[in-house]
């Protein structure tokens, strides 16, 4: 199957793909011979799900788990802290919904 | 990456006294606590070179000084390093005495307000039995500010004369040690100049060189794929032990490297983090686990180990991008490949720093400080291979004597804080089959 020039896959095991440039919202991509209308825009380097994915599963980048979904995630969805969390350590942010989590609380 | 250069001897070096060579042959003014800072600084300023002036709009107005572009043909560079802790700690102590007989040091002034706890006249002692010429001026006992600012820049002038007479000799791209470093990460580092800079650590390691890579706290995830690359089997239990050690530190920390433009670059997490950086350190055998201030005994490639032992101390193991460089100049890198996507501007004090950088909008916005650029991968212009090739070529050219950006701009970064280390396990080193080029002092 061709990959969008658009996307990087970096390991054949991945469920994640990487914007190789921005992509604006409703842009249409082909991922795995389906066409898919982005609903929100993808900055350069940032990950979409390359399938459909249901909250706890893992998310693999270069063959490698980067950790889990929070919640259901649609293909072709943006995926960042919004919905994927580390099976390491709290991610910090600057989102107060998604707030660095000290050490009182883990 | 076939058509690399063959002759063996194509660097230039200047001959230490400890078999070593370096491609710099810098004064390094060291101050010995922060009371002695801003004298020091001045002494330094007086043989700082200085950046053209711009107007308002950046063109220049006048002649930067940088006009030898070639370091063999140049006055020696005056750098500024230090430590500003009064109590003592071995570890500042080992990385100023590394540091002061590094290969790319070739003369040393220290400068003591007089009552710190840096044991000065250990130092001055090793750095005068390298044969360097060396003084420390105590500002207590030489009349204060203006007079000490005065012997010390008169030192330097000397010292600059002295330095000035050698001449570099042949250098083998085996007695050469790289480091690498990646800071102002995005989701490109991983993708374009991270693997580049692993392909060059695996050409230059197929050559004889010895090449680092470090930031264990940014290798969590990664420890069971290090460990299936270790040269021997009780040196990758030595890996996983030394990344659980970074993990366990950053989870008491609360947070790990991870900073927030690294999620508005499109990481999410640490893991994730950590694969890119990971993949600076090619596709060689690991060789061996040093710690800052262990030099390696041989070529190969080295995962320097940063995270202090024992209970945290001291706060952050690495308090910014600098810290680990300069832990990487005290293992004897000659030199520092520095990847980065959002884009950091930073050079160092005693070794050059070459900023390879990811991402294409960056190098545009930011060309000015760039050495490479790896983001053309993205833009389908250049293979992964095509840009290892480069960095490679500018790593022999620096080690020839040509400038960085980030040197040509005046970039001497040093930071040094308190940290606590235990000495290197067994098996962490391997044994060196010949008879050894590098001594460990």
Same mark, same amino acid.
């Given at each position: ?106 | ?22 491609? &710099? ?45 070639? #370091? ?43 009552? *710190?706890?840096? !044991? ?15 003084? #420390? ?13 005065? &012997? ?5 002038? &000397? ?7 050698? &001449? ?6 085996? *007695? ?18 991270? %693997? ?5 650590? !695996? ?35 030595? /890996?996983? =032990? ?24 499109? +990481? ?8 890119? =950086? ?94 490479? !650029?790896?983001?053309? /991968? ?9 840009? $290892? ?19 040509? +701009? $005046? ?13 290197? $396990?067994?098996?962490?080193? %391997? ?11």
């Amino acid at each position: 199957m061709t990959l969008d020039p658009r996307l990087l896959l970096l390991s054949a095991d991945d469920n994640c793909l990487i914007a190789a440039s921005t992509l604006a919202a409703g842009t249409v991509l082909e991922i795995e011979g389906e066409a898919v209308a982005l609903a929100s825009t993808i900055a350069l380097g940032h990950k979409l799900a390359r399938r459909a994915l249901a909250a706890g599963d893992k998310v693999l980048r270069y063959g490698a788990p980067i950790g889990h979904v929070t919640r259901a995630v649609a293909k072709g969805e943006h995926l960042h802290t919004h919905n994927l969390e580390s099976d390491y350590l709290p991610t910090y942010t600057f989102d107060a919904g998604h707030a660095y989590v000290g050490r009182d609380e883990t | 990456m076939n058509e690399l250069p063959t002759d063996p001897a194509l660097l230039l070096g200047y001959p230490r006294s400890d078999g070593r060579k370096g491609i &710099r042959n810098v004064v390094a003014v060291a101050y010995l606590v922060e009371c002695a800072h801003h004298v020091a600084r001045e002494i330094v300023a007086q043989f700082a070179p200085r950046l053209a002036e711009t107007d308002d709009d950046g063109a220049a107005v006048a002649e930067a000084d940088f006009d030898e572009i070639n #370091v063999h043909d140049a006055a020696p560079d005056v750098h500024l390093i230090g430590f500003p802790g009064c109590y003592p700690n071995a570890y500042a102590q080992k990385m100023l005495s590394r540091i002061a007989t590094h290969p790319n040091v070739g003369a040393v002034l220290f400068v003591s307000l007089g009552c *710190e706890s840096m !044991d000065k006249h250990h130092l001055v002692e090793l750095v005068r039995e390298s044969g360097r010429p060396v003084e #420390v001026l105590t500002i207590q006992e030489t009349g204060g500010t203006r007079s000490t600012i005065a &012997r010390g820049v008169e030192w330097v002038r &000397r010292a600059r004369r002295t330095l000035g007479a050698m &001449r570099p000799v042949p250098m083998r791209l085996d *007695e050469l040690i790289v480091g690498t470093v990646c800071g102002g990460s995005d989701s490109t580092s991983g993708i374009t100049a991270n %693997p580049a800079v692993g392909r060059a650590f !695996d050409a230059m390691i197929e050559r004889g060189a010895a090449c680092v890579f470090e930031e264990t706290g940014e290798l969590v995830g990664c420890e069971y794929h290090m460990k299936s690359r270790a040269a021997r089997p009780e040196l990758g239990d030595a /890996i996983v =032990a030394c990344v659980e050690k970074a993990a366990r530190y950053y989870t008491i920390m609360g947070h790990g490297s991870f900073a927030v433009g690294n999620a508005d670059g499109g +990481l999410t997490t640490q893991e994730e983090k950590s694969l890119g =950086a990971y993949a600076k350190s090619g596709a060689s055998p690991i060789v061996g686990i040093v710690k800052p201030g262990d030099i390696p005994p041989t070529g190969g490639l080295y995962l320097l180990d940063v995270v202090p032992d024992g209970e945290p101390r001291f706060g952050f193991p690495n308090i910014s991008d600098n810290a680990e460089i300069g832990e990487l100049i005290a293992c004897g890198c000659h030199l520092i490949l520095f990847t980065t996507g959002r884009g950091s501007v930073v050079g160092s004090a005693v070794s050059p720093v070459v900023k390879i950088c990811a991402n294409p909008a960056t190098y545009r916005n930011l060309s000015g400080d760039m050495d490479i !650029d790896a983001g053309r /991968i993205l833009e389908g212009r250049a293979s992964l291979d095509d840009v $290892g090739r480069e960095i490679f070529d500018v790593t022999v050219a620096l080690g020839r004597g040509a400038r960085s950006k980030s040197e040509m +701009l $005046g970039h001497q970064e040093f930071i040094l804080t308190y940290k606590a280390f235990e000495p290197i $396990g067994p098996g962490c080193l %391997p044994i060196a089959s010949v008879s050894p080029v590098r001594v460990i002092a």
